[in-house]
């Protein structure tokens, strides 16, 4: 061919290999496709979710802080709401942190201890939460334990100090009090190695006007019927900050003993949760009781509901108990089941496989199936004078909606689950559309940069 020729094929190109480098790379993955016209397929999934991967241990909140308890109340570290901290909890550890509290708000400060995957721990291991205030008058206390599974996990209790109750009101100094609880109640006898530690402190404002103070009393408490639709794949995350988002249907996957993995579904205010987990048929013989637990915690973590079944091969589902539509009155409830339901926000589901399971049945996988029903009818929330801290964590928006759907986690964008949305309409005429309007674009750009160029 003639060098003018090559010449001008390069000119012809070059609009291409300039702008290229600017394209994501799910829109190059899409072009790369040998049928463009063909329904578009994309995981909705992230990286760490897709299938074959296997995600590690539990995941703390991305950029939490070091902090270290103390001994006593003296020289106890600042918690400060709306930030995420990370510690450790020795043998016989009983540790103290400091919060500083306006008078109006409500604290909540959970704390999830993870301890190692090879521990032995015992069915009433666990830890014991417990807020005080200067004085060491104690505001709350809860305690959270492994339970029949024998088999460790992330386990998560919480403090809170209650604007409006009797004990402990003004703003101040308070302390928060982690204890790590073993078999006999003697720290003495608790189980060796240090648990890792996760502290999500929050707070809650006062309501701008006053409302009910008494709980709901009549609420649809009767379990609908099961879904019956095929599951569809959905890993979990590996913690509280990595849940995954879930919405209402039938949800598959599949964990390996001593697993546990992290949901999470969006309630507004007046929606109703149902859930249920159930274990696959194996081969083998003999029982493992509590072999599987689904545990439901609210927006601050806080203790809900959990279920456990035994398993012998095949097991019937673990199911949470009818659960009343979210209402701030729930609050003045006594069964926590009712009184922690007490705002809108996510509300984390979490399944855990027994590490015993290996032992008798093998070591997986182990296909879980998760049913999730929402209910009720969402209404205006009763309206704060303040903000809640950290920001958000106590709504629900069209983003938390949309994710529940596609199970997207919203980082580095969501392109992905845009080409998935339009990869279905026409049988890829949404996509060729964005793909022709971006290829004008970049043929427009190299048409303005090469009237600059000044000429021979």
């Known amino acids: 061919m003639p060098a003018a020729w090559w010449r001008g094929a390069r000119a012809?190109?070059?609009?291409?290999?300039?702008?290229?480098?600017?394209?994501?790379?799910?829109?190059?993955?899409?072009?790369?496709?040998?049928?463009?016209?063909?329904?578009?397929?994309?995981?909705?999934?992230?990286?760490?979710?897709?299938?074959?991967a296997h995600p590690g241990p539990y995941a703390f909140a991305p950029g939490a802080r070091a902090v270290a308890g103390a001994r006593s109340t003296a020289g106890a570290a600042l918690l400060d709401p709306g930030r995420t901290y990370r510690g450790t909890l020795p043998r016989n550890g009983r540790l103290y942190y400091r919060l500083e509290l306006a008078?109006?708000?409500?604290?909540?400060?959970?704390?999830?201890?993870?301890?190692?995957?090879?521990?032995?721990?015992?069915?009433?291991?666990?830890?014991?939460?417990?807020?005080?205030?200067?004085?060491?008058?104690?505001?709350?206390?809860?305690?959270?334990?492994?339970?029949?599974?024998?088999s460790p996990r992330p386990v998560t209790a919480l403090g809170q100090r209650e604007a409006g109750k009797s004990l402990c009101q003004g703003a101040g100094t308070y302390y928060l009090l982690v204890e790590r609880l073993d078999a006999q109640g003697s720290h003495a006898a608790a189980p060796a190695g240090?648990?890792?530690?996760?502290?999500?402190?929050?707070?809650?404002?006062?309501?701008?006007?006053?409302?009910?103070?008494?709980?709901?009393?009549?609420?649809?408490?009767?379990?609908?019927?099961?879904?019956?639709?095929?599951?569809?794949?959905?890993?979990?995350?590996?913690?509280?900050?990595?849940?995954?988002?879930?919405?209402?249907?039938?949800?598959?996957?599949?964990?390996?003993p001593g697993q546990t993995r992290f949901y999470k579904v969006p309630l507004d205010w007046g929606r109703q949760l149902y859930a249920s987990a159930s274990l696959g048929d194996s081969p083998g013989h003999g029982?493992?009781?509590?072999?599987?637990?689904?545990?439901?915690?609210?927006?601050?973590?806080?203790?809900?509901?959990?279920?456990?079944?035994?398993?012998?091969?095949?097991?019937?589902?673990?199911?949470?108990?009818?659960?009343?539509?979210?209402?701030?009155?729930?609050?003045?409830?006594?069964?926590?089941?009712?009184?922690s339901v007490r705002f809108a926000g996510d509300y984390y589901l979490v399944l855990h496989l027994s590490a015993r399971t290996a032992g008798t049945f093998g070591p997986g996988p182990f296909e879980v199936t998760l049913r999730v029903r929402t209910g009720g009818q969402a209404h205006p929330g009763p309206g704060y004078a303040g903000r809640p801290v950290?920001?958000?964590?106590?709504?629900?928006?069209?983003?938390?909606?949309?994710?529940?759907?596609?199970?997207?986690?919203?980082?580095?964008?969501?392109?992905?689950t845009t080409l998935v949305a339009v990869g279905g309409i026409g049988g890829g005429t949404a996509l060729l559309l964005f793909l022709g309007g971006w290829t004008v674009a970049a043929r427009r750009a190299q048409r303005r940069v090469s009237a600059q160029k000044p000429t021979a």
């Open 287 to 339: 029982y493992v009781g509590g072999a599987l637990n689904l545990s439901l915690y609210n927006p601050v973590r806080g203790y809900v509901d959990d279920a456990s079944v035994g398993y012998t091969g095949t097991a019937g589902p673990a199911a949470l108990q009818p659960l009343p539509p979210v209402e701030y009155a729930n609050r003045y409830a006594v069964p926590t089941a009712v009184t």
């Open 103 to 150: 008078a109006g708000d409500t604290a909540y400060v959970p704390v999830t201890a993870v301890p190692p995957a090879d521990a032995t721990v015992s069915a009433t291991d666990g830890i014991r939460v417990s807020v005080r205030d200067a004085h060491g008058t104690s505001c709350s206390y809860a305690s959270a334990r492994f339970g029949a599974g024998l």
């Open 12 to 52: 012809r190109t070059a609009w291409w290999r300039g702008p290229r480098r600017c394209v994501p790379a799910a829109v190059r993955a899409a072009l790369a496709l040998p049928a463009v016209g063909a329904a578009l397929v994309l995981p909705a999934a992230p990286p760490a979710a897709a299938a074959g």
């Open 194 to 256: 240090a648990w890792d530690l996760e502290i999500a402190p929050a707070t809650e404002p006062a309501l701008a006007r006053t409302g009910a103070t008494t709980a709901p009393r009549a609420w649809d408490s009767a379990t609908p019927g099961p879904l019956t639709a095929t599951p569809r794949d959905r890993s979990g995350g590996t913690g509280f900050a990595a849940a995954r988002p879930l919405g209402q249907g039938v949800w598959r996957t599949r964990l390996e």
């Open 390 to 416: 950290p920001d958000g964590v106590l709504t629900v928006t069209g983003q938390d909606r949309a994710a529940a759907l596609t199970g997207a986690t919203g980082e580095g964008g969501d392109l992905t």
